[in-house]
Structure formats: C-alpha cells, structure tokens
C-alpha cells in the first residue's frame, strides 16, 4: 500500500520510528551531562570573613579544583540566616544552587520565628555535615570564681547577678547557656549583642561576667591572659585550649552541646546529583590540608551520607526547639 504522497507505509513508519530517535536523544542529552557541567553557586547565609564563609571558600576551592567547574561563593548575610537559605529553597532543585548550612538557620530558626519562609525539613536535601565545634565559658579573670563550679555556688548565693554575653537573642551560645541555667538549677543575666566581637569585648573589659563564644575567637583572649576558660560545651576537650575541662567534667554533663556547618541543596534535587556532591566534600573532608586549616579554628570535620545528616537534622530541630520553648524565647 502506498500513500498519496507516494511512500509506502512501511518506509513511512521507518522515517517516523528515525524521528523519534533523534527526538529522545535531543531530549534526553541535557540530563545526560555530567554534573557540574557549568559554574555551581554556594548561597552562605551569612557576611564574608566569618567561620562560615572561611569554610565555604576552603572546602569549596578543594571541590571546584577536582571537578573542574567553579563553585562560586554568594553571600546574603542578613535576618539571622533566613534571606540566604530561603533563596535556596526556591532555586532549581537541578544542583546548581546549593546551601552553606549552619545551626541557627537550619535547626534553630524553626522554632525562634512565628512564620518562618522555608521549611528545613521539606524545603532542603541534606549531603552532609561538614564541621562539629563547641563554644567555650570564658569570664573576665577579675571575676572570683576561678571554675565553673565556683561560678555556679556564686550564681546560686545571689541569683540574677551574673551576667554573660552573646553574639544576640536566640543565637545558639544564647540557647546554649539555657542548658547550663538548667543543668545547674541557676539564673544568668543575658546580654545580647550585635555578633560575636562585641560580646567577647565586653567581658574583656569586665562589662559582663561571661562569655559564650566559639573557640577560634575566644582563645587568642585565653592565651593572652585576659580572659580565663571555664569550660568548652563539647564531648571532648578542645586542641586549642587542651587544659580546659568539658561541661561533662565539670559536673555538667547535661548542658552539652555542640553547633555545626554543613550542605544542603534544594528538595526534589535528583539523588544522583547527591550523591556526587557527597562523594566530592567526602574527600575534601579527608585532605589533611584542610583538615589541619580548620582544626587551628577549632572545627572538627565531620562528613556524612545524605540520610544520617538528614536524621541529625531532624534530631537538632527538636533538641534546640525545646530549649527555645522551655526557655520561651521568641523573635518576630
């Protein structure tokens, strides 16, 4: 049988079944590129020069070198971490857009803000966690209590008479400072300030009793003299401050706690691309380079398969969320 045009039918299904095959294969080409097969931008939700953004660049350069595509760091500091990761929620969840992730925007946020932008949970796919690190106690060395348990006896003679600093309200050295309140059954003034810096100034200055604050900036102040270590907040004393006890060898064991960084992609990111950015901070994470860098800043790299890191997730959400509600804080 021929048609009107002068093919047989046979020759025409042939010329149809060609077609498709050029269709499915123009179709399917894009997904077929290896990834990354152009520049990946990695929102930090924070300003440059802090500890996230030192970790984004070194860990980031050491991946951008292996696969041969720029890993472009973007910074959006600002509203406590919300403006950077909700602009990663609604990226294209094709691995192109990816998150530096921290404790406050991803576990603590949640239950700090009424009608918070994102979910940390729906809205993101966990890779993996890149760093654990502790805060340390530290106090102005004209304070009388020379250990943590002095200090307590002292917060417990005159409730309401120590005060510390934080890098601000809701900051995790904030919430970590309620699980000493609570372990030791005493009531600190909190003194919230505008970062970091301006905390630790203070108690140099002896303005406040005590400080919560990470241990790469709190040490030069140790070493130097002006500020006396009561204890660091993790499960193991700190390289940098080696002959400063743990909470748990101060008789406080249930006030421990440790913040973190860590990546995140968009939901719905395909498994596969996952997989390849976990595979590739993996072994960043084993280079003893970047091992020693990070650890003069008191971090402990970490590294994670997407599914533990998205458990932990979980389990930081509830864990910090209690602490803001039993300790009823609240930001607008």
């Not at 910074?75 to 609604?90: E, F, M, Q, W, Y």
């Not at 925007?105 to 949970?121: G, H, Q």
């Not at 060898?249 to 992609?265: K, M, R, T």
């Amino acid at each position: 049988m021929r048609n009107t045009c002068g093919f047989s039918t046979r020759t025409a299904f042939a010329w149809l079944a060609i077609f498709a095959v050029h269709l499915l294969v123009a179709t399917a080409s894009p997904a077929a590129e290896p990834y990354p097969s152009r520049p990946v931008r990695v929102i930090v939700p924070f300003s440059p020069g802090g500890g996230a953004d030192v970790i984004a660049r070194m860990v980031f350069t050491r991946v951008s070198a292996h696969v041969g595509q720029p890993f472009i760091i973007d910074n959006r500091g600002s509203a406590g971490g919300i403006v950077g990761t909700d602009a990663v929620t609604k990226a294209a969840p094709d691995g192109y857009t990816i998150l530096l992730g921290q404790t406050g925007p991803n576990a603590i946020n949640p239950a700090l803000f009424a009608k918070l932008p994102y979910d940390p949970v729906a809205d993101l796919a966990p890779v993996t966690q890149l760093t654990t690190y502790p805060y340390v106690i530290a106090e102005n060395p004209a304070a009388p209590a020379k250990t943590l348990k002095e200090l307590v006896a002292q917060a417990k003679e005159k409730p309401n008479t120590v005060s510390f600093g934080t890098a601000g309200t809701g900051s995790s050295a904030q919430l970590v400072a309620e699980l000493l309140m609570r372990a030791a059954g005493i009531s600190l003034v909190h003194i919230p300030y505008k970062g970091g810096g301006p905390a630790l100034a203070d108690a140099v200055g002896n303005v406040v009793t005590l400080v919560f604050a990470d241990t790469a900036a709190t040490t030069p102040f140790v070493h130097s003299g002006r500020l006396r270590a009561l204890a660091v907040t993790g499960p193991h004393r700190s390289p940098l401050l080696p002959d400063t006890p743990t909470l748990a060898e101060a008789g406080y064991a249930a006030a421990e706690a440790s913040v973190w960084h860590a990546v995140y992609a968009p939901a719905q990111t395909p498994p596969e691309i996952i997989r390849k950015l976990n595979s590739e901070l993996g072994m960043v994470l084993k280079d003893p380079e970047v091992r020693d860098r990070l650890a003069k800043d008191g971090y402990e790299l970490v590294g994670s398969t997407p599914e533990a890191f998205g458990a932990f997730t979980a389990a930081e959400i509830k864990k910090w969320g209690d602490i803001v509600r039993v300790a009823n804080i609240k930001l607008q």
